[in-house]
T-cell receptor, first 113, second 114 residues
Framework: DAGITQSPRHKVTETGTPVTLRCHQT?????MYWYRQDPGHGLRLIHY???????DKGEVSDGYSVSRSKTEDFLLTLESATSSQTSVYFC????????????FGPGTRLLVL | DQQVKQNSPSLSVQEGRISILNCDYT??????FLWYKKYPAEGPTFLIS?????DKNEDGRFTVFLNKSAKHLSLHIVPSQPGDSAVYFC?????????????FGQGTRLTINP
């Protein structure tokens, strides 16, 4: 157990509304990541953070923004949700970066109607 | 363009036999490879990993093989158990700004039959 929680665990929203997902960790790890999982695509990196206020884009960042104002929280915001953003979102952490294991949270299932 | 591919969407194996899951990649800059197991409604859980400087890594029933010249890795599970039934993802790592960018395959659903 890497001490990662995600909230909410399930959410239904309407197209065009903003949505914020939260990832919280208890171990003060430096690196945090947001992925989405879709059938036929595995998991794809959305954004990542390498420190407080230090973030960068991943493979599928369009339509998403992130913020990290303190070590333990990494927020993912869908500025104006679209049906194509219906997915399962996973947060992950790693300690050192580089060649090491990423540990994943339980996921948030988001449905955009 | 998919940099990491798992070409078998599903695999069915008898309990006690060997399960072999395969993964191919195209980016020669990947320097670390991992296998994750995923049950429904849960996050992926780490199984085993291998650095690009090695060709084999074992952990109990799990062994990962890396063939760099073929850009191919495989996960062997021996003996297979019913609890191994899950979706398996391979992932390849490329370091960026000290962080670790993982690229995942599409997953293979493994079913162990009694």
């Amino acid at each position: 157990d890497a001490g990662i929680t995600q909230s909410p665990r399930h959410k239904v929203t309407e197209t065009g509304t903003p949505v914020t997902l939260r990832c919280h960790q208890t171990e003060n790890h430096r690196y945090m990541y947001w992925y989405r999982q879709d059938p036929g695509h595995g998991l794809r990196l959305i954004h990542y953070s390498y420190g407080v206020k230090d973030t960068d884009k991943g493979e599928v960042s369009d339509g998403y923004s992130v913020s990290r104002s303190k070590t333990e929280d990494f927020l993912l915001t869908l500025e104006s949700a679209t049906s194509s953003q219906t997915s399962v979102y996973f947060c992950a952490i790693s300690v050192h970066g580089g060649q090491e294991t990423q540990y994943f949270g339980p996921g948030t299932r988001l449905l955009v109607l | 363009d998919q940099q990491v591919k798992q070409n078998s969407p599903s695999l069915s194996v008898q309990e006690g036999r060997i399960s072999i899951l395969n993964c191919d990649y195209t980016n020669s800059m990947f320097d670390y490879f991992l296998w994750y197991k995923k049950y429904p409604a849960e996050g992926p859980t780490f199984l085993i990993s291998i650095s690009s400087i090695k060709d084999k890594n074992e952990d109990g029933r799990f062994t990962v093989f890396l063939n760099k010249s073929a850009k191919h890795l495989s996960l062997h599970i021996v003996p297979s158990q019913p609890g191994d039934s899950a979706v398996y993802f391979c992932a390849a790592s490329e370091g960026i700004q000290g962080a670790q960018k993982l690229v995942f395959g599409q997953g293979t659903r493994l079913t162990i039959n009694p």
